[in-house]
């Protein structure tokens, strides 16, 4: 599980990274916590992050189980898949939010794979 | 592990058709991004989602640690209930969030016996 | 792994007591759901859960890979100050937003050392 654990640290840092750029969206665009809008490009930068953190709640145990149950080289593979996506989805993003679409269904495309090969590995344990 | 593993999965895919129908709202309530407010309804499909990622986050790990150290069949047989409130959960909350109590508790209550069931397991093993 | 599985436990109660705080505090300033603004101590109350969401995402994989790969007592200890900055954080922010920062860089920087623990254990675990 050591080549999986690394696609998942990658996904991490990736994430700070769109943690740091919201956080220093809130000071350039003058958003005083608690507020979450106030203006539209620091809504986006925080919006790049919010739906990472919905995206990850599946990515981190999914990217695992396909590993454990079904191919750790498969679900690496895919996990590579989901960070290039959320790169594009986060440089678009910030853009124009109508340009999200291409990056966004990479990811859930890449989500929807190791939830499946996840599913479908430990069902194919039981027998 | 195979047994909560396939909880989890199917707690992730309960998950997934939120986060799809959240995106579907947006579309038909027109609520374009980054705004997360501005149409009553959708704002019900969204919160539906996000109080789910704010609840899976103690979910995945907690059914996991139950599992462990304490015993796989209760860790999923609670995990079922949480599956379970869960969609009474979101059933209720989109037609009126008012109602969304019974749901709530129920994932609630199934989360708290999760955490305490792995923080039990977990200390009895050091004796 | 029992050590960091109470450390992980721990952070979880902390952050349950977060979420039922946000809760009581929804119906004491009377922000009816589906809203999560429209009172501004409920909102230091809601971003003080949704931060927390926002860095257990990183914390959780980050704490059992540094464990697992590194070292359980230095990531157990690292945990240790998450929840301890996490604490100081809630406490100031709900006082005033403006001085979280202390118990916020806290919760930072254990989370950076987690990481970084993470990724060095693994890498030199592939020599």
Same mark, same amino acid.
């Given at each position: 599980m050591k080549l999986v654990s690394i696609v998942a640290a990658l996904a991490l840092v990736e994430y700070a990274v769109f943690f740091i750029l919201a956080g220093r969206a809130r000071g350039r665009y003058g958003v #005083? #916590? $608690? #507020? /979450? /809008?106030?203006?539209p490009i620091f809504e986006r930068y925080f919006r790049v992050q919010l739906n990472t953190v919905e995206q990850l709640v599946i990515f981190l145990p999914a990217l695992f189980m396909c590993a454990y149950f079904a191919n750790e080289g498969m679900a690496s593979a895919l996990g590579l898949v989901f960070i290039l996506g959320r790169a594009l989805y986060a440089r678009a993003y910030i853009v124009? $939010?109508?340009?999200?679409g291409p990056g966004f269904l990479l990811t859930i495309a890449s989500n929807f794979l190791l939830l499946l090969g996840g599913i479908v590995g430990v069902i194919l344990e039981f027998e």
């Open positions: #005083a #916590a $608690p #507020a /979450t /809008t106030g203006h124009d $939010p109508a340009k999200r």
